[in-house]
């Protein structure tokens, strides 16, 4: 006798179920791990194995009945246990479509599959009774599979070993929220990347056995893209409130008094709003509270004015011209023009020559990179040079380090007329050592250099007046000589994290210039007879390119 029962299942979910059922059969842990996360290298992906392995693919289906269920999924070879109560998707669902949680059942059942190795695993199957009144959602989620996934089980997890994991994840794909399971005692935490090639590792899973409420807070917190937008948007009360700090010295101050009274006496400041900005220091980790009162951290520490490389200047610099150049950021957008021009009615070099407070500040925000300078001295062996020019060298920062590092050596320092009487009294103790020597460096520099210098010069200039600053160099340069260029580097990829990704919009900001990629500055210099030799990594994210005749 031919059965007649009504199907449970839809033929787009029974399609979905075969679908997720081959999933885990052409992958393992290793295959799935560099699809889902194909970023990491083959190192990083062993590491993740070492503790964590591929347990289960998921899929929600949505039958209008659990009757038959069972048994319609047994007849197409999907043989699934007990029934139990879903907790975190059934609360996403409730929240995602406005349904409260009571008119909302949703279970999981598990069947025992196969990876390509034959290592159990299980293909997971939440299900949601899904009467006419909810066929929205059933419609909605086929279409944009938001809680299918593939899942890693966590072997032996603790908080570390998951924090872990976590970080190493949300390197590559975004929190999506998750829970725990109180039926089974497991924690889950859901990964999306609603941009990968294949839908099917858009959703990763981390299962752990246990509860850890604090990472899942975090990670619940997280989940919320528009938590990380307003984080981002905020990013400038961040730069007011530390230049704030450094315009009241208050890092200075928080070395003799930890007390709030003492503090807003010491700042001229109101104690309650005082508090304020304390608090909101101590959320950017700038300052930490300390028995009832505050301390700097050793971030905050950077701020201080009586300490050497003091970053305060460039504080300073950032939360006053440069802010308020960058408010015309829209405009060098559409014009490709510098908006500090605009903002201060001329070039930014002219404007600080123009006030020498203004051009002080700027060349101590200069030198608070001091840490690229310390690292040249490092990576740069200037055994057997007799003379370093120092093109463009402002305050003579970075000449000075140079020379104590090397006893033997002699230096000139180019420069106009305004910086070099900066760098007078900076140099004295090295005087008899040192050439200051004023001059336009776009026109000439001194010959019978040993090495040349080029420090954060050729960013704040577009390609045509860097081309015309190396062909300087290049015709004054020795045959024997070296050039030592030193900027920032833009990633040759796109994706990756680098400071010279900011700073290249600073620079359309605030001087017309730009940052570069390592094979732009190759063909720069190559246009102007020079080659590049090698390139080595500096502090913050800086870079040393050592380049010499063609």
């Known amino acids: ?18 679908a997720a059922m081959a999933l885990i059969g052409a992958h393992d842990t290793h295959s799935a791990l560099a699809a889902a996360l194909p970023s990491l290298d083959a190192e990083q992906r062993a590491a993740v194995t070492r503790h964590a392995t591929l347990d289960h693919v998921a899929v929600l289906i949505f039958p209008e009945t659990l009757a038959g269920l069972t048994e319609e999924l047994s007849s197409r070879g999907i043989e699934v246990g007990a029934m139990t109560p879903s907790v975190v998707v059934r609360e996403r669902l409730s929240g995602r479509y406005s349904v409260p949680l009571a008119d909302l059942r949703v279970g999981i059942l598990r069947a025992p599959v196969t990876d390509r190795k034959g290592r159990p695993c299980e293909l997971e199957i939440f299900v949601l009774v899904t009467p006419p009144s909810l066929a929205h959602i059933a419609e909605d989620e086929r279409r944009h599979e938001r809680e299918n996934h593939v899942a890693l089980a966590v072997h032996r997890p603790d908080p570390v070993l998951l924090r ?8 590559i794909m975004r929190p999506d929220g998750g829970g725990y399971n109180g039926y089974e005692n497991s924690t889950v935490l859901y990964f999306r990347d609603a941009h990968r090639a294949d839908p099917a590792f858009r959703r990763l899973e981390l299962v752990a056995t246990g509860r850890f409420p604090q990472l ?19 990013g400038a009360w961040a730069t007011q409130a530390i230049a704030t700090a450094a315009e009241l ?17 010491a700042t001229g400041t109101e104690p309650r709003s005082l508090a304020r900005l304390l608090r909101y220091l101590t959320s950017l980790g700038v300052v930490r509270t300390s028995g009832g009162g505050h301390a700097p951290t050793e971030l905050g520490e950077l701020l201080r004015s009586d300490l050497a490389g003091s970053m305060r200047p460039l504080a300073s610099m950032y939360g006053g011209p440069f802010y308020r150049s960058f408010a015309g950021l829209t405009e060098s957008v559409r014009s490709g023009e510098e908006s500090y021009a605009k903002t201060f009615g001329a070039h930014h070099f002219a404007h600080m020559a123009a006030d020498p407070a203004l051009a ?15 690292g040249v001295t490092k990576a740069v062996d200037f055994s057997g040079v007799r003379t370093v020019v120092d093109v463009a060298g402002g305050n003579g920062e970075l000449l000075s380090r ?19 009487a900066a760098a007078e009294p900076r140099l004295a103790d090295l005087a008899c050592r040192v050439s200051l020597v004023a001059g336009d460096f776009t026109r000439a ?3 019978g250099g040993d090495v040349y210098l080029l420090s954060r010069v050729l960013h704040d200039w577009d390609d045509d007046q860097c081309r015309t600053i190396l062909e300087t160099c290049a015709r004054s340069m020795p045959a ?32 017309g210039g730009r940052e570069r990629s390592e094979s732009h500055y190759r063909a720069l210099l190559a246009e102007a007879g020079l080659e590049l030799v090698g390139t080595h990594a500096l502090p913050l994210d800086a870079h040393v390119m050592r380049a010499r005749l063609a």
């Open 216 to 234: 899942q807070a975090v990670h619940q917190r997280e989940s919320c893209a528009g938590t990380e937008l307003l984080r981002l948007l905020t």
């Open 1 to 18: 006798m031919v059965s007649t029962r009504t199907p449970v299942l839809a033929a787009t979910d029974v399609d979905r179920l075969t």
């Open 445 to 447: 520099i001194p010959g």
């Open 164 to 171: 872990g994991l976590r970080t190493t994840i949300t390197g």
């Open 480 to 511: 024997h000589a070296e050039l030592l260029v030193i900027e920032r580097l833009l990633p040759e990829a796109g994706d990756a994290d680098s400071l010279a990704i900011p700073w290249d919009i600073h620079m359309l900001c605030n001087t």
């Open 249 to 265: 010295r208050l890092l200075d101050h928080l070395a003799s008094f930890a007390d709030l009274p003492s503090l807003a006496l």
């Open 360 to 374: 002080e500040l700027f060349h101590g925000s200069m030198a608070a990179s001091n840490a690229i300078f310390t």
């Open 402 to 420: 140079v020379l104590h590092a090397n006893p033997a050596l002699r230096g000139v320092l180019l420069d106009l007329p305004n910086p070099l």
